[in-house]
């Protein structure tokens, strides 16, 4: 493994594709499957980590990712719709 995964490596952070796609859905409030995380994985959104077969996926990275898609859909509707929409949080 690289130095940089190493520093990014923090108790508690490393999640099962099953126990991240649980978390996301329950943080998101609709359903998340172990497809939607590989899929993250698959298309560079958010980093696997382990050997052998044994993937782990960051928390911090997926809130992140979801902040920022978050972010880049209000972003959006904004432009689309105008500034007087009000948006709340998910995370």
Do not use: C
């Amino acid at each position: 493994m690289s130095s940089l995964q190493l520093k990014l490596f923090v108790p508690g952070d490393f999640l099962t594709l099953k126990e991240a796609s649980e978390w996301a859905a329950e943080h998101l409030g609709k359903k998340v499957t172990n497809s939607n995380i590989s899929y993250l994985i698959n298309y560079g959104r958010i980093q696997k980590y382990g050997e052998n077969g044994d993937a782990f996926i960051s928390k911090n990275e997926l809130i992140e990712y979801y902040k920022s898609f978050n972010g880049r859909r209000e972003h959006s509707f904004k432009n689309k719709f105008g500034d007087d929409l009000i948006f709340q949080g998910v995370l």
